[in-house]
């Protein structure tokens, strides 16, 4: 577990960033269009000491490569919106109770029309602007109940096997037996929002599969009763030193730093000030060195902040308003399911940032 930590400040994108770094005056994060031009240096049990990034001391030095330096491509994966810009998974939910309003078993779909509406779903995702999709048959949302693997197998396989020529797919789920089945059916990437905790089989499937995993934060490990009482010293470190953790577990597993995203788990044991200053303090945890994906689309605490408190597509705009922020303090991956409304408003953003106009817009 990591007893320091290096968390930037002073942020700065485009022309800006660019000139700051080539005057020593700033680093970049993780390698890309955001650059930092101070760093709080933070020990537990100390005063955090804020300093000019030129002057930090050579004894703190060692953190600051897997900060600055680009982690390898998740999965391999090009953004579609261009260099600099994150990732984006679009989300196809085939549950009945998905928080998010989008589950497509509430329909009371099944069978062959229950695979054509997520067919649709995800095609539309895909040429709305989605790098990747993430199918999942269990709402984890606070106080769902567990779905068996062999219940979520059978409401995800169809949709896998149908949608995996389209697109790289990750398969959101906890369970090892669901892991297996969804990659032997054409999944790319394991998400689990247990980190690897829920199924002990889970680390060796993915291990031997040799997928991309993401790892996520949850308080506890019962989504049930995960928003009862949270609390945190400090939510930003108690975070990244659950993920510190469960990296090493996953590496010690044999599954590579290189394969593996974090996720800070907005809404997973959290109050709304406690997602507020994990979005703000998002770049300590680019320390890590791995990818950091971002899921704050159509949650509680965009419904408290925007008002839109039915939930939702109603929450569409504060999730954009997360996601663009998310994006603009080193958000890599964005988990979102208002997939043509984010894409759009983060091609704006991106070439707002870098004041040119991109190349297929000429």
Known sequence: MPDRWIEPLGLLTGPAATSAIEAGLALPLQGGPIAFT??????????????????????????????????????GLVPRLGPGAPLVMGVVNITPDSVS?????????????????????????LAAGADMLDIGGESTRPGAAPVPPEEECRRILPVIRALAPLAPLSVDTRNALTMREALAGGARIVNDVS???HDPSAAQVVAEAGAPLILMHMLGDDPRSMQEDPRYDDVALDVGAFLAGRLAAAEAAGIPRHRIALDPGLGFGKLLEHNLALLHRLPLLAGLGCPLLVGASRKRSIGRLSGAVEGGKARM????????????RGGAILRVHDVAETAQALRVQQAALSGDTPADRR
Request: proline share 12%; no cysteine.
């Open 195 to 197: 980190a690897l905790r």
């Open 101 to 125: 309003g989008d589950g497509l078993l509430a329909a009371g779909l099944e069978g062959e029309a229950l695979v054509e509406a997520a067919l649709a779903q995800g095609q539309a995702m």
């Open 38 to 75: 101070l760093a709080r240096l933070i020990a537990r049990g100390a005063e955090p000491l804020l300093l000019p990034v030129a002057t930090i001391p050579p004894e703190w030095r060692g953190l600051l490569p897997p900060l600055i330096e680009a982690p390898a491509p998740f999965a």
């Open 317 to 328: 705009p504060g999730s954009v308003a997360a996601a663009l922020f998310a994006a603009s």
